[in-house]
């Protein structure tokens, strides 16, 4: 843990690139709303400047050495935090830096490896900085299939994948939240033809221009996939084969509605039956919808389902609205009452022959006769 007020820019000879403000000022606002957690931070301490000091390592858990330490990597993220020192010196998380220490002694070999590592270490971050949240679904969903093609037990098997999501984390926790991770991560875990469809629609090319009066082309997006929890999928796959289809081909946002219509069609007709089972006099349980239709089967009425649902709010927490209630009992009643008034169709007769086939065939030929 290096004093925050240690961390300098390194010398020219060792610098990869200078201290850019834009730079800074989003690392800073990152820190500053997320925390400070894991900033891979690496300095370099010559030799000579800690004898010079007349300082030894062991020294420098205990604070007692002030020497200067060049931040050969993570340099950006050192002048934030010694920002947010400087703005809340009483804030423990900014007075100290977890840092790597190389220590070596300065000669020209040093300076020029010291030199290529901040380098690499730019390059590495340009990299990870510019991946899309597509990029980094295929690069969940390639870790996912390589470990699941390796065989190993459930647990293992786990433990390997959450290293391996935590180091795809680390490399972008500076741009995408843990939250948005997680959708991009459970994106990136779906398989066979789905995963198939999906992959398929954002590898083919968007066109920039289409003929006259037809609707501007829509982008896919990671974020229209979010939704797909609870959907059986092979609802999912019929949804996404729709993005192939010659006439009238669906966009990711198109899915995305579908997703959000079923989800509150389904949720609907949870809460219809829910209150039945509560406002229905002889105590019935309907379990599933099929049950309530065949009690009421006007409830098997799709298009009078569909009136509802439109009647409904999108909110998933929406509850059934005061006129859908009392028209739902109204129904009920009126079914009930019908129901009681027709009379029920006497049991035919239970008539039993006394003839045997064989005689049955010879009085027929005799009636014919």
């Not at 954002?202 to 929890?229: C, E, I, N, R, W």
């Not at 989800?263 to 002889?282: A, G, L, P, S």
């Not at 859908?324 to 079914?335: C, S, Y």
Request: hydrophobic share 35%; with cysteine.
């Amino acid at each position: 843990m290096i004093p925050v007020l240690n961390l300098v820019h390194p010398e020219e000879c060792i610098a990869a690139r200078e201290r850019k403000e834009v730079i800074s000022e989003q690392v800073y606002q990152s820190l500053k709303s997320k925390g400070v957690g894991r900033t891979d931070v690496v300095v370099l301490l010559w030799q000579e400047d800690l004898e010079d000091a007349g300082c030894t390592i062991a020294d420098l858990p205990e604070k007692k050495c002030t020497i200067p330490f060049q931040t050969v990597c993570g340099d950006h993220t050192g002048g934030a935090i010694q920002r947010l020192h400087k703005e809340n010196p009483e804030d423990d998380q900014y007075t100290h830096v977890p840092c790597e220490i190389l220590l070596c002694s300065k000669t020209q070999e040093n300076i020029r490896l010291a030199y290529n590592l901040g380098v690499q270490d730019n390059e590495i971050k340009a990299m990870t900085t510019g991946m899309t949240p597509w990029d980094i679904v295929v690069k969940v969903h390639n870790v996912y299939e390589s470990i699941k093609k390796q065989n190993i037990g459930g647990k293992s098997q786990q433990q390997k994948q959450k290293k391996l999501y935590e180091e795809i984390f680390t490399q972008i926790s500076d741009k995408y939240t843990l939250n948005t991770f997680g959708s991009l991560r459970v994106l990136g875990q779906k398989s066979g033809k789905l995963w198939q469809n999906i992959q398929r629609l954002f590898d083919t090319p968007v066109p920039k221009k289409l003929g006259k009066g037809q609707p501007k082309p829509v982008t896919p997006s990671v974020g229209h996939f979010f939704g797909m929890a609870d959907i059986p999928e092979d609802k999912l796959i019929q949804w996404t084969d729709r993005f192939f289809k010659q006439v009238d081909p669906w966009n990711s946002l198109m899915f995305k509605k579908r997703c959000e219509s079923y989800k509150k069609d389904q949720r609907i007709r949870t809460q219809i039956r829910e209150f039945v089972n509560v406002k229905d006099e002889e105590n019935n349980n309907f379990e599933r919808w099929g049950d309530l239709v065949k009690k009421y089967p006007f409830f098997g009425d799709d298009t009078l389902i569909d009136k509802w649902v439109n009647m409904m709010e999108d909110k998933a927490k929406a509850q059934l609205n005061t006129h859908l209630k009392q028209t739902i009992l109204n129904m009920v009643k009126a079914h009930k009452a019908t129901t009681e008034a027709s009379p029920s169709k006497p049991e035919a007769p239970n008539v039993r022959c006394f003839y045997t086939c064989v005689e049955c065939c010879i009085i027929f030929m005799l009636y014919i006769a």
